[in-house]
């Protein structure tokens, strides 16, 4: 079992995600994250999926994303030399004081922006990887996490140009 | 000004349809009103499934896109059956459902289901159409998805109002479809197929292993004449009967669960097995780990999702088992047979292990299907249902041609052989269609028998009727300690029934009627069926038990005391 990075060019479609993600579904895998968003060609979106499988099964799948129809391209970014990002949201409870200052001090040390200050909390931003984000989160903890938000990863293979443009 | 029901069937005539199966509802009223006085031909068949399951049998019968109509909600639903069975089988179909109109989209409107949902994962592709002007444009593009690449079936969803609306000519959008994503690879790779011929070249056991692809693809002449340019064995699968004549002398007929002993003798000993348009499915290959176990694999299949999925092979090449296996053909640079000792020990198997038939004056079914084959030459078109019935058919029938035998092989769905009939005999008029059922699945669909009546379709059925679900009685009395639990079935007047609907039949209780009775159907003017009393606990032999090596089966049948390996 291992995760797979997988890159999928779409038709922006309805329904291409449904056809997607029920490929997974189907055999019984859980997708880590998904994050789709029309991309560099008008008409095609990309959608980066974050799932764990063996390497046969996850082979199958590809084969079988690219059957569909709506699917002109997928690479799995896994091996390859990739760049992955993510985004969070975080709303800490932090009543004015002590407690808000410290929570500003860690924002700033991950060079999380405060997006929203409320009565008795703060919403930070932050962008990274799972890792990065994860730690982010076991800091916060402490002062009270209320509300978390995840984009899913997004990832590009490094150099070269993409497979838009090269259809 | 045209309405979108009127762009739908002058769309479908341009892709050359001339016959629709369909089933009307309030959804469909508007392609209905249409068809009223439409040059193309609708069979108003009783049950949507029949529609879906005709036009099924009509694109396997005749290698063209069958199309079928339903209403929205109950009647899309009844499809459902026919679409899996399409798509297991790889059977180009197009299904038209209608749908409430798109206001109403997602509300639980009368009738209303999502189909496109609902057949996500058992269709090749599908549209929800949600604007007149695309009816012509997702039609071009339903007929090309289903018919190219591996085929499958393309639905196409299509709101009331959407049928409808007005269109001037002038914004009725047409042209060819852009399917980027839709790019299906037909020439195999040189490289790859001059590995596969070296392959060839060194083998000492070579087999091939055929499957529904070479029916599909239209490669018969071509897979018979590689398999004599080197002596190659052949063994089919249920859905590649008819891939090369029974009574060839390198054919070795059906491999797998109810294979003949020598094929799977073969199989289990070969050293090299050459898959063309097959898939390993596990009725064929049993336990995977002794499939083949000393062989090196060449697959052929159009599909690249098929390449590795069960077997990984030596050799894959990706394409159109016509074109790849005409092109091994041009560019083998040897030829003759390579292999004498091992077509020797195939001969000897063969002659040893010949598939069981008794003659002791009882009713057996194999005896019934060995007549048929005599009367018709190994001739006409052979649609089974499902059971033993259709193991006995395609073990026993000589099928001569491809696209002569008719068969639900990946669903195995009860109830399809009836309608499928229906469909093929409009496929092709002027051959005689016979119906090979069970007593149970016959009553699946049994309804179809006011369609045959009405439109006077000349289909011969006949009833294996072992008054069982025969297959599943079969598996509890091997693994389930004769316990028949719910398998049984009271006996039913067959003959009644098709009277009732103006058919004429002929119950069959003893051997001595069995050549008038299938003599007496088969030169009748008209449908005919026969209701053949058989051995009730009759079993198909040769088994592989779900799971077992291809080559330890049980019913084993030795002559001269030889035995397998
Ligand atoms: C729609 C459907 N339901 C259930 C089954 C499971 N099944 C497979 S064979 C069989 C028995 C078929 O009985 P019959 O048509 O009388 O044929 P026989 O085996 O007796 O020749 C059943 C129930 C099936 N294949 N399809
Ligand atoms: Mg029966």
Known sequence: MKQHIISVLVENKAGVLARVSGLFSRRGFNIESLAVGTCETPGMSRITIVVIGNDMHIEQVKKQLNKLIDVIKITDITEKEHVERELALIKVHAEPGLQRSEVMQVADIFRAKIIDVGAQTLVLETTGDPEKIFALESLLRPYGVLELVRTGRVALQRGGPGPASRQ | ?565
């Open chain 2, 1 to 565: 000004m045209k309405t979108g029901a009127a762009i739908l069937i002058e769309s479908l005539k341009e892709e050359g349809v001339e016959i629709i199966f369909g089933y009307p509802g309030g959804a469909v009223l508007p392609i209905y009103d249409e068809l009223y006085d439409a040059e193309l031909t609708h069979i108003l068949v009783r049950h949507e499934q029949a529609a879906v399951h005709a036009a099924d049998g009509y694109a396997r019968a005749s290698g063209r896109v069958g199309v079928c109509l339903s209403t929205s909600g109950p009647g899309a639903c009844n499809l459902i059956s026919g679409i899996a069975t399409a798509n297991m089988d790889s059977v180009p179909i197009v299904a038209l459902t209608g749908q409430v109109p798109t206001g109403m989209l997602g509300n639980d409107a009368f009738q209303e289901s999502d189909i496109t949902g609902i057949t996500l994962p058992i269709t090749k592709h599908n549209y929800l159409v949600k604007d007149a002007r695309d009816i012509k444009m997702t039609v071009k593009a339903a007929f090309y998805i289903a018919g190219t690449g591996r085929n499958g079936p393309v639905l196409i969803d299509l709101p009331k109002d959407v049928l409808t609306a007005k269109v001037a000519e002038e914004d009725v959008i047409s042209g060819e479809p852009e399917l980027r994503g839709y790019k299906p690879t037909l020439k195999g790779h040189s490289k790859q197929i001059k590995k596969a011929l070296d392959l060839i070249y060194k083998a000492e056991k070579p087999v091939l292993y055929v499957g529904g692809g070479v029916i599909a693809a239209g490669a018969s002449e071509e897979l018979v004449k590689l398999a004599e340019l080197f002596c190659l064995p052949v063994t089919t699968t249920l859905m590649g009967l008819g891939a090369i004549p029974a009574d060839h002398p390198l054919n070795l007929g059906m491999l797998g669960m109810h294979g003949t002993e020598y094929a799977n003798y073969a199989v289990s000993e070969t050293d090299l097995l050459i898959a063309v348009g097959s898939r390993f499915d596990d009725r064929v290959t049993g336990k995977l780990s002794h499939f083949a176990p000393h062989a090196k694999i060449i697959h052929i299949d159009i599909d690249p999702a098929e390449i590795g999925k069960n077997v990984n092979p030596d050799v894959p090449i990706v394409g159109d088992a016509k074109s790849v296996l005409a092109d091994m053909i041009c560019l083998a640079e040897k030829n003759g047979c390579i292999s004498e000792p091992w077509l020797e020990q195939v001969k000897s198997w063969r002659k040893n292990h010949p598939l069981r038939v008794v003659e002791d004056g009882k009713v057996h079914p194999q005896n019934i299907i060995r007549k048929l084959s005599e009367l018709l030459d190994g001739g006409g078109i052979i649609v089974s249902e499902v059971g033993q019935n259709q193991m006995w058919a395609a073990q026993h029938y000589g099928f001569k041609k491809p696209r002569q035998w008719i068969s639900s092989g990946g669903l195995g769905t009860m109830g399809y052989g009836f309608p499928a009939a229906i469909g093929a005999w409009f496929a092709k008029p002027e051959e005689p269609i016979v119906l090979i059922a069970g007593d149970g699945s016959f009553q699946m669909n049994i309804q179809e028998l006011a369609t045959v009546a009405q439109y006077k379709i000349p289909v011969k059925i006949v009833i294996l009727n072992n008054m069982y679900l025969g297959m599943v009685r079969q598996w509890q009395e091997l693994f389930y300690d004769r316990r028949y639990s719910y398998t049984e079935l009271p006996p039913v007047d067959f003959v009644g029934i098709a009277k009732a609907y103006g058919i004429e039949g002929m119950r069959v209780d003893s051997v001595d009627q069995i050549d008038t009775a299938l003599k007496t159907a088969l030169t009748y003017d008209g449908p005919y069926l026969l209701d053949f009393q058989i051995e009730r606990e009759e079993n198909v032999f040769p088994m592989v038990p779900a799971g077992a090596a291809i080559s330890d089966m049980i019913g084993k049948h030795n002559h001269n005391g030889g035995s397998g390996p």
